[in-house]
């Protein structure tokens, strides 16, 4: 069973940084991207940013490129997300996914078949 847990979330003020990790165990995660999502009060989940473990390559949302950058770590099953810059819009619940089966987008959270338990980010102007 594919286990994932996070780390690294918390307060911050407007411009400041954060850097949340998300450690995979107990399942063959790393042929498929690993996902970044957030959930805001009130709004639908949205999309991040992913990273190809085998590859390192990363894709970002236009509402975070250019502040937020993924990677990696295959010897520790681990992906993090540095995110600076940040904005009061940022505030949500931010979950990392992984998957066990293929699709075509990444892009979507009915892509992935595993969710960490998620950790609050909480940016104040």
């Known amino acids: 069973q594919v286990r994932l847990v996070e780390s690294g979330g918390g307060s911050v003020q407007a411009g400041g940084s954060l850097r949340l990790s998300c450690a995979a165990s107990g399942g063959t995660v790393r042929r498929y991207p690993m996902g970044w999502f957030r959930q805001a009060p009130g709004k639908e989940r949205e999309f991040v940013g992913l990273v190809n473990w085998s590859s390192g390559s990363t894709y970002c949302a236009d509402s975070v490129e250019g502040r937020f950058t993924i990677s990696r770590d295959v010897a520790k099953s681990t992906v993090n997300l540095q995110m600076n810059s940040l904005r009061p819009e940022d505030t949500a619940v931010y979950y990392c996914?992984?998957?066990?089966?293929?699709?075509?987008?990444?892009?979507?959270?009915?892509?992935?078949?595993?969710w960490g338990q998620g950790t609050q980010v909480t940016v104040s102007s």
């Open positions: 996914a992984a998957a066990v089966t293929s699709s075509t987008t990444w892009t979507n959270g009915k892509d992935y078949d595993y």
